[in-house]
């Protein structure tokens, strides 16, 4: 059960709350470094230091993500003695590590592959790119909820679950818009490659807050905000 989880982490708590805290800044730093990544390669092609720079930023976050993630489950590994009870700990840590590792791993796909995008979809994957932010966002502060005492995770749903529709609909827009042109096939199927990676983090976003607030109101999730509260970076 996932309140026994967070009740019985007693006395290490604190320290884990502030890993978990510092690990939810590099998911948030990733979002906002994953924009500007995407509208650096749009204005520069990719190849100048304006889409290095946010590209070298967003694998230093994710490495620190990773580390500090991993040393929260360890932590956590140190304090329990029925692994099985806390595999929803577990669960939130491996959910925002995947949401933070599918922005890293888009930008770096624009720097391997380097993408050829006429100008006139630029607007429209700008337009995509700004929803599937906001819902980041708002599942970092879902997440985050969990540390404070603010508001629970099913008062983000709506709007997270608003961002991701959006996103959707600018991506079937400028998908149609790719296929209707006559650019060859290969290349369309190479924009879509791209499309669908960067709406990808809307739906990992989505899914997370969603799971957030059926454990909540199954399971007694606010425990964590008890136990964790006051104890988060953000």
């Known amino acids: 059960m996932i309140n026994q989880t967070y009740r019985l982490l007693g006395r290490g708590i604190p320290q884990v709350g502030r890993e978990v805290g510092d690990f939810l800044q590099r998911v948030s730093a990733g979002n906002v470094l994953f924009r500007r990544g995407v509208q650096a390669y749009l ?6 230091e304006a889409f290095q720079g946010p590209l070298r930023q967003m694998m ?4 620190e993500g990773e580390a500090l993630r991993r040393l929260a489950e360890t932590h956590l590994l140190g304090l329990i003695e029925e692994g099985e009870r806390y595999t929803a700990t577990f669960e939130l840590l491996e959910r925002l590590g995947a949401l933070l590792h599918r922005m890293a791993r888009t930008l770096a796909a624009f720097d391997i592959e380097h993408p050829v995008i006429p100008s006139g979809f630029h607007p429209d994957i700008r337009e995509l790119t700004e929803p599937v932010s906001l819902a980041v966002e708002g599942a970092v502060e879902a997440a985050g909820s969990l540390l404070k005492n603010t508001l629970p995770p099913e008062e983000y749903l ?3 679950s608003f961002y991701e529709k959006e996103a959707d609909k600018f991506e079937d ?3 149609r818009a790719i296929f209707a042109s006559n650019l060859p096939l290969d290349a369309k199927g190479h924009l879509r490659h791209f499309i669908e990676r960067i ?4 739906d990992i976003a989505e899914e997370l807050v969603t799971w957030l607030s059926i454990h909540r109101v199954s399971s007694g999730l606010d425990t964590l905000r008890h136990d964790l509260g006051g104890h988060g970076a953000l």
């Open 199 to 202: 709406d990808e983090p809307a």
């Open 60 to 63: 230093i976050q994710e490495q």
């Open 158 to 160: 709506t709007r997270v």
């Open 173 to 175: 827009r400028l998908l």
């Open 43 to 48: 204005e520069h092609g990719g190849i100048p």
